[in-house]
């Protein structure tokens, strides 16, 4: 059995797992999840935010090619477009379960319903999500005129940076409401996107090894460093003054919140393993991403629920139907990505593992 049909058989037995679990959701509603009054975004949303940053990082390509006219660029773009448009299509279905039945979603379709925009910064994250969604659709499948190119890098950014905002614009959570928050964004992002790039090497196509290693793991160790200069300066804020706007942050990274502390400490730790790992031997950037998916989703996103406005130090830890839903989503962007790389792997020739 080839290591593609391993991973096709693994990753159909987890779509079951997820469909099930996804059936026990829609029967019994929300409240088979750990979600609640005072935390209302958990395992789902943190992983829109992290999956939505993988999709903006096709940026990290479509830049050398609209900008430099990088022949190996243009040669890696397609790899690029198919990792954006998994990651668009699971964004969007996290934010679908999120809302506990998909029949929910239908007050934002054009026509029968009303989307609120632009009052909503939700609803610009729904346009700009589809709207890069239509775009890469359109790019995966050879349209590459310099305005597409052009629509790519301002949506690929747009969408990341309107996420961003989705978190920020919350006077009342404080570790979220930051002017840094959009910058850590994209930072973040752009490292994701180029160490998932480097971890599909064997995908790649010939000729573009040397440029593609080089330039990406340059922009994987300098905006991984960038992340952590930007949190750093955060945690000055937070902890120099002791306001009490800084409570969620002393409270996460001083251990104050068991769990989620640990959970904080950890994907900072394996992100400053792989930025030394990937700067002195190249190697590592599994980890980074780990890191990154640790410190940017479920790291980021439930802390910022504690402690409630109220001062209430609440508990939320993510149920076994939402680990299993979350399982299926991840099972069908891994098919799906599959699939995209074997119909780009028909038309181009590919360097050897």
């Not at 058989?9 to 509603?29: K, T, V």
């Not at 999956?51 to 050398?64: F, K």
């Not at 279905?93 to 999120?98: E, G, K």
């Not at 994209?186 to 196509?205: C, D, E, N, T, V």
């Amino acid at each position: 059995m080839s290591r593609t049909t391993g991973w096709v058989a693994l990753s159909l037995l987890a779509l079951l797992i997820g469909l099930l679990g996804y059936a026990e959701q829609w029967r019994l509603g929300l409240a088979v999840t750990g979600l609640q009054d005072a935390v209302v975004w958990g395992l789902y949303i943190s992983q829109v935010v992290f999956w939505v940053g993988v999709a903006a990082s096709a940026v990290i390509l479509v830049v050398p090619v609209y900008g430099f006219r990088q022949p190996a660029a243009a040669a890696l773009l397609p790899l690029a477009e198919a990792v954006a448009l998994v990651a668009v299509l699971m964004s969007l279905l996290f934010v679908t379960v999120d809302l506990g039945q998909p029949l929910r979603v239908w007050h934002a379709l054009p026509l029968l319903g009303r989307l609120h925009f632009p009052q909503s910064i939700m609803a610009w994250d729904l346009v700009v999500l589809v709207g890069y969604l239509l775009l890469t659709l359109l790019l995966w499948a050879g349209w590459r005129h310099p305005i597409g190119l052009l629509l790519a890098i301002l949506l690929g950014i747009s969408i990341h940076t309107v996420t961003a905002f989705l978190l920020a614009g919350h006077p009342a959570r404080p570790f979220w409401f930051t002017g840094l928050m959009a910058p850590r964004f994209i930072a973040s992002a752009f490292a994701a996107g180029a160490g998932l790039l480097l971890l599909l090497r064997r995908h790649w196509p010939a000729d573009t090894e040397a440029w593609g290693q080089i330039y990406l793991r340059r922009l994987f160790l300098g905006c991984l460093g960038l992340d952590f200069f930007l949190l750093g300066s955060e945690g000055f804020v937070w902890f120099y003054r002791a306001a009490a706007e800084g409570e969620t942050a002393r409270l996460l990274y001083g251990g104050g919140l068991d769990i989620w502390s640990a959970w904080a400490w950890t994907g900072l730790a394996l992100k400053g393993m792989a930025l030394l790992l990937v700067w002195r031997f190249a190697k590592g950037y599994g980890w980074g991403v780990l890191g990154i998916w640790m410190d940017k989703g479920l790291g980021l996103v439930v802390p910022g629920f504690i402690p409630t406005p109220l001062g209430e130090v609440v508990r939320y830890w993510p149920t076994r139907v939402e680990w299993q839903v979350s399982l299926g989503i991840w099972a069908l962007g891994a098919l799906l990505l599959i699939l995209l790389l074997r119909r780009n792997a028909s038309d181009t020739p590919h360097a050897p593992p």
